[in-house]
Each structure stands twice: as C-alpha cells, then as structure tokens.
C-alpha cells in the first residue's frame, strides 16, 4: 500500500533538506513518497529550549497543513521530538518523532543501548526522553560536542567523530546498540558511508531510517482504517471542547508563517 510522508526540517532553513533527500530516500519502499520541507520563519537551530519553544509552534501548523495536503504521516527531522505529542492532539495521520521510533524499535537489536547525541546541551533533555519513552534499557546518553549549525559544513568530520564516539560509548557502557540520537549526526554518518563505501557498524542505529520504518507502518495502518488515535483523554482534540476558541487562539497566537 502506497503512502505519502512529509519529512519536516524543524529548522528555519532549507540547507538539512538534501543531506536528508540523499540518505534517506533509498531505504523507501519503492511506493513509497517522501516529501522534504523545512520550517520557515523560525530559529534555524533548536539548541537551546527557547529556540525550540518557538520552532514548535511552526512544526505544529506544518504538520496540520501535512494533512490537509494528504499526507498519510508526517515525521519531525529531530531527536528532540519537537511539537510530536501536541501535534497528535491537532491531526488524525501519525506523527512520527525519530528518537521516540527509534527507541521504540531499539529492543529487537540489542538487549539495552547507550544512545549519543549532539552537544552537551542536549544530553540532560535526551536523558528525560528516555524515561518518558519507557527507555531503562539506556545503558548512558553522551554526545560528540557538535552543533548543528557546524555540523552541515563537515558532515565528513562529523561521521567520523561520531563512529569513533559511538564505539567509545558502547565499549564504556557495555550497551549492544547505540541510538544516534540527533537526525543530522545519522545522516552526515550514513552520507560518509555511501561516499566512502566504508564498513557499516550495523550497531549504530540511525534515527532517520527508523522513523521512516514507523511513519510507513503507522501510515499503512491509518489507510487501512484498522487503528486510530483515542480522543478521549491524553489526545483529546481542543475543537471537541471549543471549536470557536481554538480557532480564535489558532487565529491570535499560530506563528503568521503557517497560517
């Protein structure tokens, strides 16, 4: 069964789009579409919370417009997972966030993992995700002491630290698979592997493929008409309570660049 996704950028900018389009695009079904866009008018980095905060408010109008379009899922390009829970409050479509997938899927290849990361800054916040995802098999959460604006004028010099990291970690933590929690880290590692055509650690999980697998499964099963989200409770949508007063908050307070 066919599916259309919508892999979202969650930066303001255009420059991640084709590392994503040349990494990701052959572990596709072959009837499979993937469309790759980018958040506008917002941060382009979400280092640090504040940036984030306001990215979400333009993940969450994109993922809205993503239905509209027809999309049968949509996947949001970080491991921060931003905007993914609040926006399965707005959409029926899955909405897919690479490390919650990627954790999620970490179990059928390894009894515990260690999972690595960007900056220091994220390390504390990926650690909360781990616990809110049901994670006690994460053996450590470490990073490579990259940020994401340098990372995409070297992805050669990133790949590399990151493998390097990646069986550090493992080796200090005794975990069996890492998760590479940040969605640019995996695709500089897997542009420095096709490039190269280097050996591939098939320990090191990569997060953009994982949520790819999710958003085609959940996708297959939203068209299908087998599962749908509760609205009962956690992901009850605000128009059930006060369709006018979401609209006029939508109206008032959405970021102008979605609307």
Request: hydrophobic fraction near 35%; aromatic fraction near 8%; include cysteine.
């Amino acid at each position: 069964m066919s599916v259309r996704i919508n892999f979202i950028n969650p930066f303001g900018t255009p420059v991640y789009n084709n590392l994503i389009k040349e990494t990701l695009l052959s572990y596709a079904r072959p009837d499979t579409e993937i469309v790759i866009t980018n958040t506008e008018n917002c941060p382009e980095n979400i280092d640090y919370y504040y940036n984030k905060h306001i990215v979400e408010l333009v993940v969450m109008e994109d993922v809205m417009r993503a239905e509209q379009q027809g999309f049968d899922a949509v996947i949001v390009g970080c491991c921060y997972d931003p905007g993914v829970r609040v926006a399965r409050e707005l959409v029926d479509i899955p909405v897919i966030g690479p490390l919650e997938a990627t954790i999620m899927m970490a179990p059928y290849y390894g009894h515990d993992y260690v999972l690595v990361t960007d900056h220091h800054k994220a390390v504390p916040y990926l650690r909360d995700l781990t616990k809110l995802y049901g994670g006690p098999e994460c053996r450590d959460v470490t990073c490579i002491d990259w940020w994401v604006t340098d990372m995409i004028r070297d992805t050669e010099g990133v790949a590399k630290d990151a493998i390097a990291k990646c069986r550090k970690a493992k080796e200090k933590s005794r975990a069996e698979v890492v998760v590479l929690g940040c969605t640019i880290i995996a695709a500089s590692m897997e542009k420095w592997l096709i490039d190269t055509k280097a050996p591939r650690d098939e320990t090191i999980l990569n997060t953009n493929t994982f949520a790819l697998k999710m958003a085609e499964s959940l996708g297959d099963l939203k068209k299908q008409g087998l599962y749908n989200i509760d609205r009962g409770g956690y992901y009850q949508k605000p128009q059930q309570r006060n369709g006018s007063e979401f609209a006029e908050v939508r109206a008032k307070f959405g970021r102008p660049s979605a609307l």
